[in-house]
């Protein structure tokens, strides 16, 4: 049974109980013949959600009997941008701020969203671990024994690959080529430490802040 993962809650979902809808629009006499496209919204089914996921797929069509055929020329996520997640507001600014942007030019420019994203995770360690290193190389050693095994494994994988890898001791702001792949899975590392990091720090704090409550409710009762 598929999944679908809501980009603006996360809540996780079958992909049978997401309300689907699609239409499509046919386009003539374009540089490819009759093209179309296909207009699909995606409706989370979390009753304090209910946000609209929304694609645009374009083809190329064209008749071979008995049947029309369609071949894929291009697909777009219109809402949310890109392929952008949406981070409750605790997560600093200029991370989610450098990590909307890295989404938003990730199929343009693969180089330049692996720069912005290189600047987020250096961002991040700053920010959440309190360590300021010469490069991001050195940061990132400096964390290796506070993340927990399974993040560090995630991050030293990503850091191996490619030119993402030869460059970490490089000028943050150094624009590299890389591969769309690497770019990609950069982006992937950035929403995994958001999680692992801002989002988990915060519902430790709530579920003990909630323990604290209903203990100090159960002591005043008991004192009344």
Same mark, same amino acid.
């Given at each position: 049974? $598929?999944?679908?993962?809501?980009?603006?809650?996360?809540?996780?979902?079958?992909?049978?109980?997401?309300?689907?809808?699609?239409?499509?629009?046919?386009?003539?006499?374009?540089? =490819?013949?009759?093209?179309? &496209?296909?207009?699909?919204? !995606?409706?989370?089914?979390?009753?304090?959600?209910?946000? &609209?996921?929304?694609? $645009?797929?374009?083809?190329?069509?064209?008749?071979?009997?008995?049947? !029309?055929?369609?071949?894929?020329?291009?697909?777009?996520?219109?809402?949310?941008?890109? *392929?952008?997640?949406?981070?409750?507001?605790?997560?600093?600014?200029?991370?989610? *701020?450098?990590?909307?942007? $890295?989404?938003?030019?990730?199929?343009?420019?693969?180089?330049?969203? %692996?720069?912005?994203?290189?600047?987020?995770?250096?961002?991040?360690?700053?920010?959440?671990?309190?360590?300021? =290193?010469?490069?991001?190389? %050195? =940061?990132?050693?400096?964390?290796?024994?506070?993340?927990?095994?399974?993040?560090?494994?995630?991050?030293?994988?990503?850091?191996?690959?490619?030119?993402?890898?030869?460059?970490?001791?490089?000028?943050?702001?150094?624009?590299?080529?890389?591969?769309?792949?690497?770019?990609?899975?950069?982006?992937?590392?950035?929403?995994?430490?958001?999680?692992?990091? !801002?989002?988990?720090? =915060?519902?430790?704090? %709530?579920? $003990?802040?909630?323990?604290?409550?209903?203990? %100090?409710?159960?002591?005043?009762?008991?004192?009344?």
């Amino acid at each position: 049974m $598929a999944s679908w993962l809501c980009p603006f809650c996360n809540h996780l979902s079958t992909k049978e109980s997401v309300s689907t809808e699609s239409s499509t629009h046919d386009i003539n006499r374009t540089i =490819e013949g009759t093209s179309n &496209v296909e207009i699909t919204s !995606y409706t989370c089914p979390n009753p304090d959600c209910k946000e &609209v996921q929304v694609f $645009a797929t374009y083809y190329r069509k064209y008749y071979e009997a008995p049947y !029309y055929k369609y071949d894929l020329i291009e697909t777009w996520t219109l809402r949310p941008q890109g *392929s952008v997640k949406v981070f409750p507001e605790y997560v600093p600014i200029a991370i989610l *701020s450098d990590y909307k942007e $890295a989404c938003l030019i990730q199929e343009l420019s693969p180089k330049a969203s %692996a720069t912005l994203s290189r600047r987020c995770l250096q961002g991040m360690i700053r920010d959440f671990w309190g360590v300021k =290193e010469k490069n991001l190389h %050195a =940061e990132i050693q400096a964390i290796s024994d506070k993340v927990d095994p399974d993040t560090w494994q995630a991050i030293d994988a990503i850091r191996s690959i490619g030119n993402i890898g030869a460059h970490m001791e490089k000028d943050i702001d150094l624009i590299i080529d890389v591969h769309p792949e690497e770019a990609q899975l950069l982006i992937q590392l950035i929403e995994t430490l958001i999680k692992d990091w !801002y989002i988990n720090r =915060e519902e430790r704090k %709530a579920r $003990a802040n909630n323990i604290i409550q209903m203990a %100090a409710a159960k002591k005043a009762h008991k004192n009344s």
